[in-house]
C-alpha cells in the first residue's frame, strides 16, 4: 500500500482559497453597511437637479441659437 501524496503547493492553493472567501465576504458586510446612504444621495442629487435648472432658467439649447443651413440645390443624381 501506498500512501498518496499531496502537491506541495497543496496547502497554499487552501489558504488562498480561504483568504479570498474571508475577503469577499469583508467586502460583501462593507457593502452592506454603505447601502444606508442612498436616500441621503438621492436627496443630494436631486437637489442638485433642482440648482441645474435655476441656473439654466432662459439659456437657450445650442441647437436653438444656430441657425439652420440654408438649403442645397441639389445637382445630379447625389
Known amino acids: ?4 501524496r499531496k502537491h506541495p503547493l497543496a496547502a497554499f492553493v ?3 482559497g480561504v ?12 457593502l ?4 444606508d446612504h442612498g436616500d441621503q444621495l438621492d436627496n443630494a442629487h436631486r437637489a ?3 440648482l441645474g435648472q435655476q441656473l439654466c432658467q432662459g ?3 445650442e441647437a436653438e441659437r444656430a ?3 440654408a438649403a442645397r440645390r441639389q445637382k445630379g443624381l447625389l
Open 19 to 30: 483568504s479570498l472567501a474571508c475577503s469577499l465576504l469583508a467586502l460583501a458586510l462593507v
Open 14 to 16: 487552501l489558504w488562498l
Open 48 to 50: 442638485g437637479m433642482v
Open 32 to 35: 452592506l453597511g454603505t447601502y
Open 1 to 4: 500500500m501506498s500512501r498518496r
Open 59 to 61: 439659456f437657450r439649447a
Open 67 to 69: 441657425p439652420s443651413p
